[in-house]
């Protein structure tokens, strides 16, 4: 896919450096007290730790992707859920809320291709088991919480089969930062020549078997198990029985069970012909922290024994892990901090992330996955390249993030070629949003209709148009001629607000226009030149309805161009079908403005003044800023209600700003 050269113009500030996980998480492991027995060895550099994709034995063999290219959707309740996770065809399937499974104990056949994630870290599965059957491959099960099938007395869980997660003979699954409590027989049993298994950031707590592996004579199963915790657990921390390989890194074990019990309470067991290997775990206040039939093999280095007795065994050569896969190895003495505070439902881990191309093919059909009357985030990532085709967000599909994830917006580039010749001037935007709550960041929206080449009565080719209400634009570029840059509303008396911040935007007549309350912030507008030495064009032309005080505010930014000197203007009036509730608003402060613009920059249109429009400037500067009787000026105590704060507040607050 060919890439579209950067447009972004340098001295507008200094870059945003993002603050990462892994800076907090190095923090942390400076920070640890040490001990005598720790590994200090190097973290080989591997995957970020938050990502939505697997590691370790999950990752191989062709992958891991879940429900990736299917619909989501969001359940709420037993029906639903049971449903969606029992289906043929591939879900991303979100939990909202608790749902209480009946009868107390039954089980949630969960069938392939299948992601189940928690919404926020407030998804909870109560009294009842997630199932997979014998041949179910490819399912991921996330930021949830299962809990509370117990059944009181039987400690032993003697009477029931009520785990949280039961699967037998699988393949492909990942178990991911959810947390695990009370239940009736085990939490984890992963079971019968289940394959290609990993196991991360999960909490095990308060219960008596915790995790087991096996139930096999065959050694087949491969399993990643790391930063888990497990706490006020008894046996199986894991027990794994018969694994051609086990691997377990940086888990922690704590405050385990005490009931006198001198075989059965237990952290680690390599039973059968297991192959393990333990690297820089945590034992604190364990008996038996890790233990070996005399069949199976172990391998342990680096882990912190703290308040422990009993068995820590090691024979055997195992296996190397980084023969199968790269791994991030965190020292052992910074586990505690680390897996109490990173270990289960994680609210970032609940916002949903669809990437194009990896898992729909196009942006469009990521959008279309996403359910109607979506209430909670949704990422589409887009990777870098170019994407020629349409997008809609349509009214029904709110809380959307367009992410590119290139280095560079330019990377990302989404571009049709339509003019309104072909279809209106609505039919020619690249980019429709209709929705509300929309943001997009990363990327280059563009129509590369060439106006020059040819000639047509309706030379207008957008390659943006919202109507939705608080759209963000952070980090991006429109690139186009007549009309690149539309901001609406669904009709006149509708107030919708849009706010543009670090961006680029280019073009030529009316270039950024429509009735939405709209804000510009430190970001370069280039006015194109088309060959004239008296007018080359229009940068706004606002439609603002009479009775919404704020229309366009373009501050803090930077307007350039390439035309002659005194040939654009900074706007004029556009009243749609002649529409006289529609007036004008706009104010340019604090803004650089170059020689190309007019020392009379605003003018008429269709038959209606600008000096009936509420056309104002304030502060301006640069060889384009000037003080004339065609140039009004706002007064100071005007452009303290007329902020970045005013323009975007409406009756609900909204302050997109405020993250910066």
Same mark, same amino acid.
């Given at each position: ?6 447009k972004?113009?340098?001295g ?8 990462t ?7 942390l ?7 005598a ?10 995957a ?11 990752s191989?063999a ?17 029906a ?7 289906a043929?065809?591939?879900y991303?399937i $979100? ?17 392939s291709?299948?992601t189940?994630i928690?919404?926020?870290d407030t998804g909870e599965?109560v ?8 041949g ?7 930021n949830l ?9 039987d400690?032993?869980g003697k009477t ?7 699967m037998?003979?699988?393949?492909h699954?990942?178990?991911?930062h959810?947390r695990?409590t009370h ?9 019968k ?5 990993t ?12 995790f087991?592996?096996?139930?096999t004579t065959?050694?087949?199963t491969?399993?990643t198990i790391?930063?888990?915790w497990?706490?006020g657990?008894k046996?199986?921390?894991?027990s ?6 086990a691997h377990?890194?940086?888990n922690y074990l ?15 067991w390599?039973r059968?012909?297991?192959r ?8 604190d206040?364990?008996?038996?922290p890790?233990?070996?039939d005399a069949?199976?093999?172990l391998v ?5 024994l703290?308040?422990?007795t009993?068995?820590?065994d ?6 190397d892990?980084?023969?199968f ?9 910074a586990?505690p901090a680390l897996v ?9 881990i ?7 191309p990896?898992?729909y093919?196009?942006?469009q ?13 949704v990422t589409?990532?887009?990777a870098p390249?170019?994407y020629r085709?349409k997008v809609?967000?349509?009214?029904s ?7 590119g994830?290139g ?5 990302t ?8 010749a ?10 429709r949003?209709?929705?509300n709550?929309?943001?997009?960041r990363n990327?280059t ?7 020059a ?15 939705g209400? $608080?759209?963000v634009?952070?980090?991006?570029a ?5 009309d ?6 669904p ?8 706010y543009?911040?670090?961006?680029y ?6 270039f950024?226009y429509g ?6 912030? $430190?970001?370069?507008?280039k006015a194109?030149?088309r060959?004239?030495?008296?007018n ?24 350039v ?11 004029r009036p ?6 006289p ?6 104010l ?5 403005l ?7 920059p605003w003018?008429?249109?269709s038959g ?5 429009a509420r ?11 000037e ?5 009004p000026?706002?007064s100071?105590?005007?452009a303290?209600?007329?902020t970045?704060a ?5 009756t ?5 700003h405020?993250?910066?």
């Open positions: 896919m060919t890439h579209l050269h950067s972004r113009l340098s507008l500030g200094p870059g945003r450096v993002l603050a996980v892994v800076g907090l998480l190095a923090a492991v400076l920070g640890a007290s040490g001990e027995d720790a590994s200090a060895g190097p973290s080989p550099v591997a970020p730790r938050w990502t939505g994709q697997p590691h370790g034995f999950a191989l062709g992958g891991t992707t879940g429900g990736a290219g299917g619909k989501v959707v969001t359940v709420s309740d037993q639903s859920l049971a449903r969606y996770a029992a043929d065809e591939p991303v $979100r939990v909202s809320g608790a749902i209480a499974v009946e009868p107390f104990g039954s089980d949630i056949v969960v069938a291709d299948k189940i928690g919404v926020g599965i009294h009842g088991e997630l199932h997979l059957n014998p179910t491959s490819n399912v991921i099960i996330r919480t299962i809990r509370d099938s117990y059944v009181e007395g400690w032993d029931t089969d009520f785990d949280a997660i039961q037998d003979t699988v393949d699954v990942w178990i991911d959810n695990f239940m009736g027989d085990g939490l984890l049993d992963i079971r020549d289940s394959r290609y298994i196991v991360s950031y999960n909490q095990f707590t308060s219960h008596n078997k915790a087991g592996i096996g139930w065959n050694v087949l491969e399993i790391d930063h888990n497990f706490t657990t046996q199986r921390n894991p794994a029985d018969n694994c051609a390989y377990l890194y940086n704590s405050a385990q069970v005490a009931d006198g019990d001198p075989t059965w309470t237990y952290g680690n390599s059968g012909r297991t393990m290997v333990i690297e820089n775990s945590y034992y206040g364990v008996q038996h890790y233990q070996a069949t199976a093999e342990q280095r680096g882990s912190i703290k308040h422990t009993g068995r820590t090691a024979w055997g050569t195992a296996f892990p980084r023969d896969y790269a791994y991030r190895l965190d020292p052992a003495a586990v109490t505070r990173f270990s289960g439902p994680r609210k970032q609940g916002e949903v992330t669809l990437s194009v990896a898992d093919a196009t942006v059909a990521a959008v279309d996955a996403v359910p109607d009357g979506n209430t909670v985030p589409i990532a887009v390249g170019t085709a809609l967000i349509p009214a599909k709110p809380n959307i993030v367009l992410q994830t280095q560079d917006r330019s990377d580039v989404i571009v049709y070629d339509t003019p309104a072909y279809g209106g001037s609505t039919g020619s935007a690249t980019v949003i209709a929705a709550d929309v943001t997009a990327l929206f563009s129509n590369d209709f060439d106006e080449a040819v000639e047509l009565n309706g030379e207008q080719a957008l390659a943006m148009k919202t109507t209400d $608080r759209i634009f952070e980090d991006t429109f690139l186009g001629n007549q690149t840059l539309m901001t609406d509303s009709k006149l008396t509708t107030v919708s607000r849009v543009v911040r670090d961006s935007i280019e073009g030529d007549v009316d950024v009735r939405a309350t709209t804000v510009i912030e $430190r970001s370069v507008i194109l030149s060959g004239s030495a008296t080359n064009g229009y940068i706004t032309a606002a439609s603002t309805w009479t009775g919404n005080p704020y229309g366009f505010l373009i501050t803090d930014s930077r307007i161009s390439d035309a002659p000197a005194g040939s654009f203007h900074l706007g556009w009243h749609p079908g002649g529409e509730e529609a007036v004008a608003q706009v340019i402060r604090d803004t650089k170059p020689a190309a613009i007019k020392a009379s003018t008429d249109m209606f003044s600008w000096r009936d056309f104002t400037e304030y502060r301006n500067y640069g060889p384009g800023a003080v004339t009787a065609d140039r000026q706002m100071d105590a005007d303290r209600t007329h970045v005013d323009y975007l507040r409406g609900d607050d909204w302050a997109p405020a993250r910066h």
